[in-house]
């Protein structure tokens, strides 16, 4: 686990190329159950990160995933946009001089996504991206109580965000636009399960390297 923010450039690159590829698919599953425009507010976000990349890596932690956070905020829209600026908001302040390691990254995790539970007033279960960080915040969680190698975290992460994504597949949405849908958004993945989950294994990939 790095000390430093140095791996941010590639985190980010990773998580933008990982939407990059997946753009038709995610944006499909948008467009069933939603309004379609998932990719394009995520892609507005990433881009607007990627120019900053550099600056954030000369960040301590806090302060970078404070201002991940806010850039997002200010750059994503939708639904998702509060919600992950939220997330990395919370995750910063729960870092405040704190050294990174996988315990205080656990830690900062599950709060970042008890902050975007209380914003949204979702839980696991309503068909949305939290059906997949709720399940990777539990598996950082037990890994920071057991020593793990690095690769094994890493494949672990990416199974349970996995996992949670399909998850979504026969569940009823009680939150967001595919509430609306009722029973018909049944059969269709999340679309912010599917996002959240294809960026969680392209980091989890970059940091195990
Ligand atoms: P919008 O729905 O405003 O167009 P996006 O398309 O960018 O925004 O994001 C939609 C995604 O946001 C959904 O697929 C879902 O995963 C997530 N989402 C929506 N509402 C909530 C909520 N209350 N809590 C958690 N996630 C949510
Ligand atoms: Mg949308
Ligand atoms: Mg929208």
Do not use: C
């Not at 791996?7 to 990982?18: C, E, F, K, M, T």
């Not at 302040?93 to 979702?122: I, Q, S, W, Y």
């Not at 990777?136 to 094994?152: F, N």
Request: proline residues 3%; charged residues 20%.
């Amino acid at each position: 686990m790095p000390a430093t923010p140095h791996l941010i450039p590639s985190v980010i690159q990773g998580a933008a190329s990982a939407i990059q590829s997946h753009a038709e698919e995610v944006s499909a599953l948008d467009q069933a159950i939603g309004d379609g425009d998932h990719v394009v507010n995520l892609q507005r976000g990433l881009e607007a990160l990627s120019q900053q990349a550099e600056s954030l890596a000369a960040l301590d932690w806090p302060a970078a995933l404070q201002k991940i956070g806010m850039t997002l905020m200010a750059s994503v829209g939708g639904a998702s946009g509060s919600l992950y600026g939220t997330l990395f908001i919370a995750m910063g302040k729960a870092m405040k001089d704190r050294e990174m390691n996988l315990a205080n990254l656990a830690e900062a995790f599950g709060r970042g996504v008890e902050a975007m539970k209380a914003r949204g007033k979702a839980d696991r279960g309503e068909k949305t991206m939290l059906d997949v960080l709720i399940p990777v915040a539990d598996v950082l969680k037990s890994a920071a109580e057991h020593a793990i190698a690095p690769g094994q975290l890493a494949e672990e992460v990416s199974r349970a965000a996995e996992a949670g994504m399909e998850s979504t597949r026969d569940m009823l949405a009680t939150k967001g636009r595919a509430s609306f849908l009722g029973e018909r958004a049944i059969g269709h993945v999340d679309a912010g399960a599917r996002s959240s989950q294809l960026m969680i294994s392209a980091i989890a990939e970059v940091v195990a390297e």
